[in-house]
T-cell receptor, first 113, second 113 residues
Framework: DAGITQSPRHKVTETGTPVTLRCHQTENHRYMYWYRQDPGHGLRLIHYSYGVKDTDKGEVSDGYSVSRSKTEDFLLTLESATSSQTSVYFC????????????FGPGTRLTVL | AQSVSQHNHHVILSEAASLELGCNYSYGGTVNLFWYVQYPGQHLQLLLKYFSGDPLVKGIKGFEAEFIKSKFSFNLRKPSVQWSDTAEYFCAVSSSNTGKLIFGQGTTLQVKP
């Protein structure tokens, strides 16, 4: 892997249920990101973190929350899943915000029925 | 708001054909530019990036891209594609020191053997 894993890899859930996706990195990178990938939209940033307990919103943050209590873990929570949140979710890590590539996880395919 | 537009959504080429994928962005300030690739079943990975200097940048696997500031473009090229180049290609732009990326919609490239 790219020093970053996601769990679960696949999940099917029902509308209205809470869902938490986990991203785990082994490279001690300061920055972590959550994206969603939808056909015709590419990847869109949901939330990102620039350190433990430091997070900020991306362009499509409504309906999502995040937490980062340790450098290596970045959690994405859907408090009450909706069908519009059916998507593939990618996590990424980066050592800094400047001039560095992001290293992506394998993705989580979430289906909300 | 920043945006990134990839002109070709689905490209089909025969092996040895030349490739050019278009990418235009809308932002008036200093930008960092990236091309990422997602091979079937794999993570997104960086092909190449531009931050400053020579506007013609070379990446992995024989890819290159040219930054034309006056046209707000960062087109990806490869002189001769191979079947193994079959993948989805994403152009992305970052303009802040948080590393937040704005992605284009993606281009699916299918190379016929």
């Amino acid at each position: 892997d790219a020093g970053i894993t996601q769990s679960p890899r696949h999940k099917v859930t029902e509308t209205g249920t809470p869902v938490t996706l986990r991203c785990h990195q082994t490279e001690n990178h300061r920055y972590m990101y959550w994206y969603r990938q939808d056909p015709g939209h590419g990847l869109r940033l949901i939330h990102y973190s620039y350190g433990v307990k430091d997070t900020d919103k991306g362009e499509v943050s409504d309906g999502y929350s995040v937490s980062r209590s340790k450098t290596e873990d970045f959690l994405l929570t859907l408090e009450s899943a909706t069908s519009s949140q059916t998507s593939v979710y990618f996590c990424a890590r980066s050592p800094s915000g400047d001039y560095n590539e992001q290293f992506f996880g394998p993705g989580t395919r979430l289906t909300v029925l | 708001a920043q945006s990134v537009s990839q002109h070709n959504h689905h490209v089909i080429l025969s092996e040895a054909a030349s490739l050019e994928l278009g990418c235009n962005y809308s932002y008036g300030g200093t930008v960092n530019l990236f091309w990422y690739v997602q091979y079937p079943g794999q993570h997104l990975q960086l092909l190449l990036k531009y931050f400053s200097g020579d506007p013609l940048v070379k990446g992995i696997k024989g890819f290159e891209a040219e930054f034309i500031k006056s046209k707000f473009s960062f087109n990806l090229r490869k002189p001769s594609v191979q079947w193994s180049d079959t993948a989805e290609y994403f152009c992305a732009v970052s303009s802040s020191n948080t590393g937040k990326l704005i992605f284009g919609q993606g281009t699916t490239l299918q190379v016929k053997p």
